[in-house]
Structures are given as structure tokens and as C-alpha cells.
């Protein structure tokens, strides 16, 4: 499956985006999606993931309540809902997904990745 990101950009600080995670090749209902962000000199974290069959989804703590994640199968795409944005929150955005059905909350759990979207925040 391919992975293709999209909706990043500069927002001020309080403000919303939503970042798309697009699926080509495969049917996207049948795979497991996890978000990832990776800041300046930091390693790649873990922000949120929505899981298949049954879409529980989870959250770092640090996006708790100001994320959302869903999925729409007919379109094949993912989204994630960044509302309530902070400067700490800039980063590259990565969507990444497997075959594997439950959540997955670290990167090994992931075969397929997309190429990243930048999401900067200014104060």
C-alpha cells in the first residue's frame, strides 16, 4: 500500500489543521493506522493510532484532547484532527500503516509509511 500525506502547513498557535493520510493499492478499511511526528533533533514519537477490525483509537498524552483520529473507508484516507495547536507541536507528520489487526503504538508495528508532512506552529 501507498501513503500519501497531506494538510500540513503554518498555523499560529490555537489554531486547528487536519492532516490526511491517503491509501493507493489496497483496501485501506483492512489495515491499522498509526500517526508519528518527528521534531528538529528529536527521534520520532508516537501521536496517535486507530486500529481494524473495530476502530479504537489512542493517543500520546501529550495530544490527548486536542487530536482526533478517524478513518473513511469509502474514501480511503485517514485523518487527523490537530485542534488547541502549540509551537511544541511542530514537527513532520507521518502516517504509517500494516495489515495487522489491534493498535499498534510504536513503529515496529508498522510495514508501510508515507513520506511526511510538516506541521509548523508559530507563538
Known amino acids: 500500500v501507498q501513503l500519501v500525506e497531506s494538510g500540513g502547513g503554518l498555523v499560529q498557535a490555537g489554531g486547528s489543521l487536519r492532516l490526511s493520510c491517503a491509501a493507493s493499492g489496497r483496501t485501506f478499511s483492512n489495515y491499522r493506522v498509526g500517526w508519528f511526528r518527528q521534531a528538529p533533533g528529536k527521534e520520532r514519537e508516537f501521536v496517535s493510532a486507530?486500529?481494524?477490525?473495530?476502530?479504537?483509537?489512542y493517543y500520546a498524552s501529550s495530544v490527548k484532547g486536542r487530536f482526533t483520529v478517524t478513518r473513511d473507508n469509502a474514501k480511503n484516507t485517514v485523518y487527523l484532527q490537530m485542534n488547541s495547536l502549540r509551537p511544541e507541536d511542530t514537527a513532520v507528520y507521518y502516517c504509517?500503516?500494516?495489515?495487522?489487526?489491534?493498535?499498534?503504538?510504536?513503529?515496529?508495528?508498522?510495514?508501510?509509511w508515507g513520506q511526511g508532512t510538516q506541521v509548523t506552529v508559530s507563538s
Open positions: 486507530i486500529s481494524w477490525p473495530v476502530s479504537m483509537t
Open positions: 504509517a500503516a500494516d495489515p495487522r489487526s489491534g493498535l499498534a503504538l510504536t513503529e515496529v508495528g508498522y510495514d508501510y
